[in-house]
């Protein structure tokens, strides 16, 4: 049975630069956001003041009727020009209950079990910003079927915790 450790983690609020990509979860599926990651790797000296050039964000909203639209980001120390076809996105200080999704796992039931741990652990899910969030390692090829990143699932949680 698969096992994913989750905890909690408070991220900074911080700025990120990159590409747009928006579409149903089939079109995801078909490898839609994947080009988009594998555009952004190859652009990326493009962008100016990257925090970690070795990290990937993926931030996900679900703001589309019958799909999301996805980032494929790097944070940023600050914003001086955006490359051509890039946004910038913001996100503010959150909580996030987070896992490691380790290559030879299962990525829905990756999801599964962090979902389960919010649950278990009393926290509901916080409305607004960024619905889920994952970090790959920059090098990493996106069109690898056994994939290893971070999954951040911002949540609320009780004022004792």
């Known amino acids: 049975m698969q096992k994913n450790e989750a905890m909690l983690v408070t991220k900074q609020g911080f700025q990120a630069v990159g590409l747009v990509w928006s579409g149903t979860l089939a079109d995801a599926e ?14 990326l000296p493009e962008i100016e003041h990257v925090l970690h050039p070795d990290k990937l ?17 790097v944070e940023v120390e600050q914003v001086e020009r955006i490359p051509a076809g890039m946004r910038i996105v913001t996100l503010p200080t959150l909580t996030y209950a987070k896992c490691e999704h380790k290559k030879g796992q299962h990525i829905d ?12 652990q009393g926290y509901k899910l916080h409305k607004g910003d960024v619905d889920h969030f994952e970090q790959y390692p920059m090098q990493q090829d996106p069109y690898d079927a056994d994939p290893e990143f971070l999954i951040m699932i911002p949540v609320e949680t009780p004022p004792d915790v």
């Open 109 to 120: 039931t990756s999801y599964s079990n962090i979902f389960a741990w919010i649950e278990e």
């Open 30 to 43: 078909a490898g839609g956001i994947r080009a988009v990651i594998a555009t952004m790797q190859e652009r």
């Open 57 to 73: 964000l993926g931030l996900s909203y679900m703001n589309v009727e019958g799909g999301f639209t996805h980032y494929a980001v």
